[in-house]
């Protein structure tokens, strides 16, 4: 195997937004389009790694050489990241997981009264801080997703949930979501490193070579 490189590994990706259904016809999302995970999965596949692509609803077409798993809730990409991560050597985060769902879901659609109502929402379980604790064995890359002071949140973010490395990037109505390009700030033990603004995939480029480089000093000796 070549230092540096991703050959031969297999590597589990998620992408994508999660839908929390609140009854058969309504649920909670965000804005996230799943280029971001897509093209690192097509980053990794290029690299020759085996790759699977653990995503939530998009639009979007599979990259070559990539297996893909589709999933809905948090609670599905929690079961499908868990099946998948006995034989992987590499995790990567990319997709928005929903924090919260709501705490019941209603069999039959949700009738409207006059009066105002309330949301009861219930935690989801963190799937890449559990795959951090549960499998050390696996290197793993997490996302920071933040509209302020995005590179003290990235930091703290990847010591919280134990992460090797996490890309810290800015998203609301102007940035990250669904668009071609991201800027990201990557943080790991020891280091941090800028990626100027550029399409997803030329970052996807160069994020993974970042993570290969450490992934293979972090297995050296
Ligand atoms: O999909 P695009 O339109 O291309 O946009 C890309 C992106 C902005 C969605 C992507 O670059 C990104 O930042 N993804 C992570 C979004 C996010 O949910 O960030 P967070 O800061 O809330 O979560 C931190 C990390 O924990 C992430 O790796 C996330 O995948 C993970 N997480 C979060 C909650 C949860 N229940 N389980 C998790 O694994």
């Known amino acids: 195997r070549d230092s540096g490189t991703l050959a031969g590994r297999h590597v589990v990706v998620t992408a994508g937004p999660t839908r929390e259904a609140l009854d058969p016809v309504r649920f909670i999302t965000n804005h996230s389009s799943g280029r971001m995970g897509y093209a690192l999965a097509a980053a990794c596949a290029a690299q020759g790694a085996q790759v699977t692509l653990i995503s939530g609803p998009t639009a979007l077409d599979l990259p070559a050489d990539v297996d893909r798993v589709d999933v809905q809730s948090a609670a599905d990409m929690h079961a499908a990241v868990m099946a998948a991560i006995d034989t992987a050597d ?14 019941t879901t209603a069999a039959d659609k949700i009738k409207k009264s006059e009066g105002d109502t309330q949301l009861a929402l219930t935690r989801t379980r963190d799937i890449i801080a559990d795959v951090a604790r549960d499998h050390p064995q696996v290197f793993t890359l997490g996302f920071a997703a933040e509209t302020t002071d995005m590179e003290n949140a990235a930091r703290a973010k990847r010591e919280r949930k134990g992460l090797a490395m996490i890309a810290g990037n800015v998203v609301g109505p102007e940035h990250a979501f669904g668009r071609d390009d991201n800027a990201l700030f990557v943080v790991w033990d020891g280091g941090e490193r800028e990626l100027t603004q550029a399409s997803k995939r030329e970052l996807a480029d160069q994020l993974v070579a970042l993570m290969a480089d450490r992934f293979s000093q972090t297995r050296a000796g």
């Not at 590499?90 to 705490?103: L, T």
């Open 90 to 103: 590499v995790f990567i985060g990319a997709a928005a997981v929903a924090d919260y769902r709501p705490a």
